[in-house]
């Protein structure tokens, strides 16, 4: 392999890898307070159909993420009112918000299927994108990447330093506990969810903005389904999100090492390469059931109300 | 918050079927008001999205075709939904079957047998179940969570179809187009009543339902399997055998998803395309709840769910409404019924008349 | 007791209504700055309502609380804290991914500091009173009683004027129950008013100069403990209800029935337990109690005497039964050898809460002739048994249908225990079969098991409850840390030896489990 070749991996790698990780940033944040949203891909739509048709309809890209992040949060507080107001199974809740989303996103979408527009543009930072390999990849991307960046930046500092970082712990362990000591629960899980649903928001947003600017039903194509892998490959631990991003947007661009290497594999069957990742890494992490309970939060998943 | 909830204590068996039936009302009413906010006459559109498809015999055929798949695929998903195993991969397993016996059709399109169709169905039966087994084995095997491993092997199985209809199984006399030779006669599904498209999968599905309902019902095994779903650890406290249970549910499940996916290609299609499923898999998980995980409740919630997709197809036609109406209210029910449900186990109360909390009746006693 | 100075807390006609029952009825309650009180009162006796009213959990429907001689309102723990009540609570509201500095300034709130800057506080204070710990520990690294310091600890950083402790002791031995009384009577002479809930009436009498004793949701009478008699004690909590005084005569047991010899297993979760060496033999026609304070290893040993975790094949003679080897069987093939189990957790354990008595009944009973037959379950022969469950013990419900978890504790019990025993064991394990349960309840519980063991079977009783082990039990042992004590007959031990043993004060290597012949 070439500089060339393995510097464009390491570029695009980054490129796949961001919507993951900002998904995942969302979710782990979320399930860190406890509740498990399987609605992500579901927000990812709804986000990127709507940034795209405010975007495209605006003339102005940011708006377009703004109104991305928005729907995302909208389609959260539904959850949010179903899973944690009215404490309904957080598993049906999930997957009632990922086929509505789909079907809202599609349904909103249908006459913008296919139309053109310019999206984010990569800007390289002068000097530091011209060093070799990693210039490009860290320092030759567009805007949305950057904000990816600190927003990792931000929920790891918020998670491991922070006191708020402490409630979350504290409200994803033990809810009872926590609301006995005067901490507001639901609050919390509802800001969580709502940040989660921004993130997924912001991440379809970047996939109909930045990573191919246009509109197609599906076009997240279970980025969400994964990102929900991923948090678990990462054992709730926010750097190995990051690590996690990436190396499935690796497994996602295969086919390029694969055109490097000259190899003639089918597109289908290259094309399954990340649910098979996916599958691979859940095999491998979850074998040790004794350490996901050392890092899942306890009360994952469980409704809870309060004063019961 | 001004809505505030009470627990009942026990829960309502009268909300527990009010419930899906509240959820479809408020489907209908907020499909009215979208359909209104769109511009389009609400009720004329509810009319063409529920009444119309109905309006003749040939209707009702169509009705039950779709129904059909959904049908096998929900009644799989009670069996595992049972076991509080959340397969999310029926859509998966019902294109694997329909790979599977399709890899099987297209080479024995000379057959004069019936023994063509009674294998094509049993592959693809078999298909599903091995590809429903994987996620068994991988949670059994390896702890690795099913909600997960069954959507990854969705994309999995859309990926394996699709190479097949591009590579392997495409029609060498099919001008290039994705799709396999036509299926010999041998191993096509009868029509029931000829000219009209349901067919003989029909007598598979009836059998199914009862298979499923006695299971579910009767059976010391679907006790075992709710027991599971109910509580883990008193099942493992009387030594039920949780990883055979988990197989057989999902094997169950995978073999019944299966079995919708070689009918649909050996019954209506005839023949392996891309779009074999417009999502029937996805479909039957919201049949499965709004059926109450029931055998019977799911006969309803299928019917109504195939109504909505010939709806979408109507609407499309006739209203010029995007067809993806159909997963919209799809979402939307689910929803609609998950929100309903809080019904069951509390009773709402509005703050405004209620600042006290009131005395209840010592019968309702909370457990202790 | 003489109002020479203005109360710290009193409580006018406190009344708490929850659906279904009346938790608080009227009470009236004061303590003294310095006065260590006790609130005595079996379980459901309305005593957490209480305190949860007084430190701000819950809102009372009626009555006032006046602190330091004002009218107040409690309306969250926050604010309770700020006027310098602390609450350690009897399941602890403690974080175990957190260390202790962090689960500390969480509670303490923003304003106390960064868990950084308590750490110097925190150790200042666990020395003064002495209970040594150290700040950056994980919480689920520390033992259970470590965890009530850093409870208490909690409590202390700030200007405190009233502590409330639930069952406090409930999960010492009783070595540390003493040196916790060390410290509450050091705080109590600085000052600070002491509210002791328990129903441990030594206790209570060697800690406390007043008590107020709550029945059925109301004040049922106000004492001086030392000056009471247990008896007398007992009829305020409970009435005249029978069974209070109960003696049964001792058995000396036959043949063995359950061997356990040297049986060890290496927990491979970081919270649990492991065992080490445990010896312990049951026999026909006697009770076994097995004494020690929760997270000792009871989980862990019930898990294998029952089979829920088996041992691989080649280590199934580490228990035995009438000479079979059958540490590698699964519970029901253990149940055809004659066992039957009583687990801790009634719910979601013993029973599964949603499903009616009947199925719950099916559940542990289906290998019984005919229940099921061809894999179909016969309903009539189902429901038939639940019912003769429901007669013979007395368990009230409406029917047969009932989901179990709509029934009270007590009765919930009667039925499981129930369950087993018709089903004619030859081996019985029950692990804290009367928690949490009335005391007309845990009687007839009582009387069961012993008519059980009359009737030839072996009995092993685990449970926390020392009395009651004294109580009922012929033969007895402590676990502590995974390791069990030697077993002696009840008669000719005491509760500060059995304590001792709970503190893993024993040796197991000179003294032969059993002298009987194999």
């Known amino acids: 392999m070439d500089m060339d070749l393995l510097t464009n991996i390491f570029y695009a790698m980054i490129r796949t890898g961001t919507p993951l990780l900002l998904v995942a940033l969302g979710e782990l944040v979320c399930e860190k307070t406890g509740v498990l949203n399987l609605g992500q891909e579901g927000m990812m739509l709804f986000g990127a159909v709507i940034g795209f048709i405010v975007a495209f309809a605006s003339g102005n890209l940011w708006l377009g993420v703004l109104f991305a992040c928005l729907a995302g949060v909208l389609l959260s507080l539904l959850f949010a009112m179903v899973a944690l107001g009215f404490n309904a199974n957080q598993v049906a809740t999930g997957l009632a918000l990922t086929i509505f989303g789909v079907g809202l996103s599609s349904f909103v979408g249908a006459s913008w299927v296919g139309k053109p527009l310019a999206g984010f543009e990569p800007i390289a930072i002068p000097l530091l994108s011209e060093i070799p390999v990693i210039g490009r990849m860290l320092f030759a991307q567009d805007l949305l990447v950057y904000l990816s960046f600190a927003l990792f930046a931000l929920v790891a500092w918020v998670l491991l330093k922070s006191r708020i970082g402490l409630i979350i712990q504290a409200v994803g362990e033990n809810p009872n506990a926590a609301s006995a000591m005067g901490l507001p629960v639901l609050r919390v899980r509802t800001l969580a969810v709502m940040f989660g649903g921004g993130m997924a928001g912001l991440a379809g947003g970047y996939m109909s903005l930045a990573y191919t600017p246009m509109w197609a039903e599906n076009m997240t194509a279970g980025r969400g389904w994964i990102a929900l892998a991923l948090v678990v490959f990462a054992s709730w631990r926010v750097s190995r999100v990051l690590l996690g991003a990436y190396l499935f947007g690796l497994a996602s661009i295969l086919h390029l090492v694969a055109q490097g290497l000259g190899l003639a594999i089918p597109g289908n069957l290259l094309a399954m390469l990340p649910y098979v990742a996916t599958i691979l890494v859940l095999v491998l992490l979850s074998r040790d059931a004794i350490r996901t309970r050392l890092y899942a939060p306890v009360s994952l998943g469980q409704p809870w109300q309060p004063g019961h | ?368 | ?518």
């Open chain 2, 1 to 368: 918050m001004l809505l505030s909830l009470q627990p009942r204590g026990e829960a309502s068996r009268a909300m527990l079927w009010f419930s899906p039936l509240l959820a479809a009302l408020l489907t209908l009413l907020s499909g009215a008001l979208l359909f209104a906010l769109l511009g389009h006459p609400p009720l004329e559109t509810l009319k063409v999205l529920l009444i119309d498809p109905l309006g003749d015999l040939y209707g009702v055929s169509e009705l039950l075709v779709k129904a059909l798949p959904i049908l096998l695929c929900a009644l799989g998903l009670a069996v595992v939904y049972n076991a509080r195993i959340w397969n999310i991969g029926a859509e998966g397993q019902l294109l694997i079957g329909a790979l599977a016996g399709s890899a099987l059709a297209v080479n024995i399109i000379d057959w004069d047998s019936r023994w063509a169709l009674v294998l094509t169905l049993l592959l693809g039966t078999l298909g599903g179940a091995a590809w429903a087994g994987l996620c068994a084995w991988l949670k059994t095997a390896f702890n690795a969570n099913e909600i997960l491993t069954s959507i990854m092997l969705n994309y999995i199985a859309l990926n394996l179809l699709l190479f097949a209809v591009h590579g392997p199984l495409k029609d060498p006399e099919g001008f290039n187009f994705p799709e396999s030779a036509m299926f010999g006669d041998a191993t096509r599904l009868p029509e029931l009543i000829e000219g009209l498209r349901v067919h003989g999968g029909f007598y598979f599905a009836l059998l199914a339902l009862v298979v499923v309902w006695v299971l579910l019902q009767k059976s010391f095994l679907g006790f075992q399997i709710k027991v599971l779903g109910l509580d883990k650890r008193a099942a493992g406290f009387v030594g039920f055998r949780d990883k055979k249970l988990v197989w057989i549910a999902l094997l169950i499940s995978g073999g019944l998803a299966g079995l919708a996916g070689v009918a649909e290609v050996a019954g209506p299609i005839g023949q392996l395309v891309p779009q074999v499923s417009p999502g029937y898999g996805y479909a039957a998980i919201t049949v499965a709840f709004l059926g109450r995980l029931n055998p019977i409740g799911i006969v309803f919630a299928s019917l109504l769910m195939a109504l909505l997709y010939l709806g979408g197809e109507n609407a499309q036609m006739a209203a010029n409404l995007p067809q993806s109406i159909t997963q919209l209210f799809q979402g939307m029910v689910l929803f609609f019924l998950l929100a309903c449900d809080v019904l069951i186990l509390y009773r709402p109360r509005l703050k405004l008349w209620a600042r006290k909390p009131a005395l209840v009746s010592a019968k309702e006693a909370p457990a202790t």
């Open chain 3, 1 to 518: 007791m003489p109002e020479s100075q203005t109360a710290h807390l009193k409580l006018c006609g406190i009344t708490k209504q929850y659906p279904g029952c009346l938790a608080n009825d009227r009470i009236d309650l004061s303590i003294q700055p310095g006065e260590i009180h006790a609130l005595l009162g079996e379980n459901g006796a309305g005593k957490s309502t209480l305190m949860k009213i007084i430190y701000g959990v819950t809102q009372p429907d009626a009555g006032e609380i006046h602190w330091q001689g004002e009218r107040v309102t409690m309306r969250d723990p926050a604010q309770a804290r700020e006027r310098g009540i602390g609450m350690v609570f009897q399941h602890f509201s403690l974080f175990e991914t957190l260390s202790v500095a962090e689960n500390i300034a969480l509670a303490l709130g923003a304003k106390a500091g960064t868990p950084k800057q308590l750490e110097p506080k925190i150790r200042e204070v666990s020395q003064r009173y002495g209970m040594p710990l150290e700040p950056q520990r994980l919480v689920h690294s520390l033992s259970i009683g470590e965890r009530q310091r850093v409870e208490i600890i909690r409590c202390l950083m700030q200007d405190i004027r009233l502590l409330i402790l639930d069952e406090p002791t409930s999960v010492l031995t009783p070595q540390e129950a003493d040196e916790l009384f060390v410290t509450l009577r050091r705080l109590a002479a600085e000052g600070c008013s002491i509210l002791f809930i328990s129903h441990k009436l030594n206790e209570v009498r060697a800690l406390c100069q007043s008590a107020t004793v709550l029945r059925a949701g109301r004040v049922s009478g106000e004492c001086v403990p030392a000056e009471c008699s247990d008896l007398e004690l007992a009829r305020l909590m409970v009435g005249d209800a029978e069974g209070l005084e109960a003696e049964y005569p001792k058995s000396e047991g036959r043949a063995p029935f359950l061997r356990v010899e040297r049986l060890s297993w290496h927990n491979a979760d970081p919270f649990g337990v492991s065992l080490e060496e445990v010896d312990l033999e049951v026999r026909a026609g006697e009770i076994v109690g097995i004494a020690g304070v929760a997270g000792n290893g009871q989980d862990e040993l019930l898990a294998l005497l029952s089979g829920e975790q088996r041992l691989p094949a080649a280590q199934a003679m580490h228990i035995r039964i009438l000479g079979d080897d059958v540490a590698h069987l699964r519970p029901d093939a253990r149940r055809r050898h004659g066992m039957a189990f009583v687990p801790a957790e009634r719910l979601g354990h013993g029973a599964v809460p949603s499903m009616s008595l009947a199925d719950n009944g099916l559940l542990t009973a289906y290998q019984q002739t005919g229940m099921v037959e061809q894999g179909m379950i016969r309903r009539g022969k189902v429901r038939a048994f639940a019912e003769q469950v429901i007669q013979r013990f007395a368990v009230k419900t409406p029917d047969a249908q009932t989901p179990a978890a709509s029934l009270s504790g007590g009765n919930l019990q009667k039925f499981i225990l129930g369950r087993e025993i018709l089903q004619q064991p030859k081996l019985l394990i029950a692990a804290h079969p009367t928690w949490g349960v009335d005391v007309g309840a845990a009687a007839a519980i009582h009387r069961a098991l012993i008519e059980l063991r009359d009737a030839g079977a072996a009995i092993l009783v685990i449970s926390e409850d020392l009395e009651e082990l004294f109580q009922i039990s012929d033969r007895i042992a402590a676990l502590s840390d995974g390791r069990l004590s030697p077993q002696r007959a009840t008669a000719s031990t005491c509760p500060v030896e059995v304590g001792r043993w709970m503190a893993g004060q024993f040796d197991t290597s000179d003294t032969p489990v059993s002298t009987s012949a194999a």
